[in-house]
């Protein structure tokens, strides 16, 4: 392993059990992640192609730790990590953060911008006073580039328009001070006009912040453009790897092709 590799997904596999069927009493397992490894690399931003069910959502939840994994193992700076509630849970977060596909829900109604970046800076470390805490508030607005600040702490998020929920749970993310970023579909939700700018503000604050990002999207397009390696999943494995040009410009599997006839020509 390198030393620019600071997430490495390495043989993951996920079962779900599956319920009851009244009419075929179908019972087991179904199998969402088969064999699953790649690594990701701090400078660089990776795509994880396929379409919905593919189990790409899947993935990001386990390297997230919102889900256990059935098998395989997830390594941080090469080591193996068990990751569990409480305190081992926070400082997991601390380096792996995670961008949710729809903003509005992902951030409570009840709250303002400045209860969600006041909570997750003193979740990861932040003590004193509210005022040197909303010093920082206005730094992390100003960062994704969210201005003037003061418009937008006291706000609650159906005030805000999806591109600006999006860039604060962006903010969310960077009061942990994160190393990985995993950004499952972070512009599918929105209007395709404001769609280039939130990612070229992941693809600035990767090359500010020295980020690993993992990019999951069904768009060939945006991860060809902001992404270096891609990797295409289909039924719970990944298919087809590579660089994102090889990829899209030369597709070896089946499935991959299929894609990429699918996107419509002008």
Known sequence: ??????????????DFGRRADRWFGRTGTFRAVDDVSFQLQRGQMTALVGQSGSGKSTVAQL?????RPTAGDILLDGSPVRIRRGQDFRAYTGDVQMVLQDPFSSLNPAHTVRYHLTRALRIHGATGRQEAIDTEIERLLATVHLKPEGRFI????HELSGGERQRISLAR??????????ADEPV???DVTIRLGVLKLINQLKDERDLAVLYITHDL???R??????????EGKIVE???????IDTPTHPYTQQLLAAIPHP
Not at 225 to 234: A, D, G, I, R
Not at 241 to 247: F, K, L
């Open 63 to 67: 390297l997230a730790g919102l889900q």
């Open 154 to 157: 006291g706000r609650f998020p």
């Open 241 to 247: 790897r590579g660089t994102s040009a090889e990829v």
């Open 188 to 190: 599918s939700m929105l």
């Open 173 to 182: 993310a960077l009061a942990a001070k994160p190393r990985v970023l995993l």
């Open 225 to 234: 453009q902001f992404t270096s390696e891609l990797m295409v999943m289909y």
């Open 1 to 14: 392993m390198t030393d620019n590799v600071v997430l490495e997904a390495r043989g993951l596999v996920k």
């Open 221 to 223: 397009a945006t991860a």
